[in-house]
């Protein structure tokens, strides 16, 4: 992350207001929030969610005492997933009871906090990854959540912990939904897609797969590990939301020659007696693609 800098340090650098505004005007200094600057270069090629960071670490030196940067935002501080909505403001929690309020760059909400609820994070007081995820669960749709705390779960938190802070939520709002959002967390989920697929398995009521599932062939040896398996209908199931045929270019490597490994890759599978099915990120967002998908894959594995 690039250096900011507030006004106020600034100023005690010699600089004046307006010459911070011509700075600006110039293209040599960019705004970031009202109060808070950076170089130019330096957000340049920043995708969403690196942009929303550096919105926390502008706004937290502005905020006050007792702010604690929470839900969407420190769920970005912790590199847990998010999802658009949630990076539109800084959201922060101040230890207190109710009073939340929406201001044009903050989001304030307020809960009660203790002192294992907050940790540091980039210099930032920030909610726990625990308290994060449930925070989350409380109040963002139930896969945005899942994918959430699928990830922390995944990178390390304790799930006594989770349970800990859940018990301390009891008769909190959303509470139950939290509790809902606790009992579905799979660790072994390795990306927010493969988290809102379970999710959509589940509502369109199919059976829960095995994840990160191992075929191997008559000898033992590993022929492929799936992000999704049914084993009593001899299908797997992969989503393809990585941009993979991209991301997995190694040296000298053209996307053509990684297209062509993964089609190997698929029909080894199916030399098994598998059947795959495969789906992008658009697909789950469309009402029962991927249930329609895999009892096609189903019935084509009975025959």
């Known amino acids: 992350m690039n250096q900011i800098w507030t006004t106020h340090e600034l100023v005690?650098?010699?600089?004046?207001?307006?010459?911070?505004?011509?700075?600006?005007?110039?293209?040599?200094l960019a705004r970031i929030?009202?109060?808070?600057?950076?170089?130019?270069?330096?957000?340049?090629?920043?995708?969403?969610?690196?942009?929303?960071?550096?919105?926390i670490l502008a706004t937290a030196p502005?905020?006050?005492?007792?702010?604690?940067?929470?839900?969407?935002?420190?769920?970005?501080?912790h590199r847990l997933p998010t999802w658009t909505d949630e990076r539109t403001r800084v959201h922060i929690t101040r230890s207190r009871g109710g009073g939340a309020r929406t201001r044009r760059l903050?989001?304030?909400?307020?809960?009660?906090?203790t002192p294992?609820?907050?940790v540091v994070v980039d210099g930032v007081a920030v909610t726990s990854v625990a308290r994060t995820v449930l925070d989350l669960a409380r109040t963002v749709p139930f896969?945005?959540?899942?994918?959430?705390?699928?990830?922390?779960?995944?990178?390390?938190?304790?799930?006594?912990?989770?349970d800990g802070c859940l018990d301390r939520m009891i008769g909190w709002p959303g509470s139950r939904q939290a509790q809902r959002v606790a009992d579905f967390l799979d660790p072994l989920s390795e990306s927010a897609g493969e988290s809102v697929s379970r999710v959509r398995c589940w509502e369109e009521g199919l059976p829960a797969p095995q994840l990160q599932y191992v075929i191997r062939d008559a000898h033992g040896r590993q022929v492929a590990r799936c992000d999704f398996a049914w084993e009593e209908y001899r299908t797997v199931g992969e989503f393809d939301g990585k941009v993979k045929y991209g991301e997995l270019l190694r040296p000298g490597e053209s996307a053509a020659d990684v297209v062509l490994a993964e089609r190997r890759r698929e029909q080894a599978i199916r030399d098994q007696g598998w059947q795959v099915a495969r789906w992008l990120w658009e697909?789950?967002?469309?009402?029962?693609?991927?249930?329609?998908?895999?009892?096609?894959?189903?019935r084509l594995a009975a025959a």
């Not at 009402?287 to 894959?297: H, K, M, N």
């Open 283 to 298: 697909d789950l967002y469309r009402p029962g693609a991927v249930g329609t998908r895999l009892r096609q894959a189903f």
């Open 143 to 162: 896969e945005q959540a899942v994918a959430a705390g699928d990830r922390a779960l995944g990178s390390g938190l304790d799930r006594l912990a989770l």
């Open 62 to 77: 502005q905020l006050g005492p007792g702010a604690v940067v929470s839900h969407g935002s420190a769920a970005v501080l």
């Open 106 to 113: 903050v989001q304030v909400h307020g809960a009660t906090l």
């Open 12 to 28: 005690e650098r010699g600089f004046t207001h307006a010459e911070l505004a011509r700075l600006v005007r110039a293209g040599s």
């Open 116 to 118: 294992a609820d907050v």
């Open 33 to 55: 929030r009202p109060g808070a600057y950076e170089l130019p270069t330096a957000g340049a090629e920043r995708q969403p969610v690196e942009q929303h960071r550096a919105l």
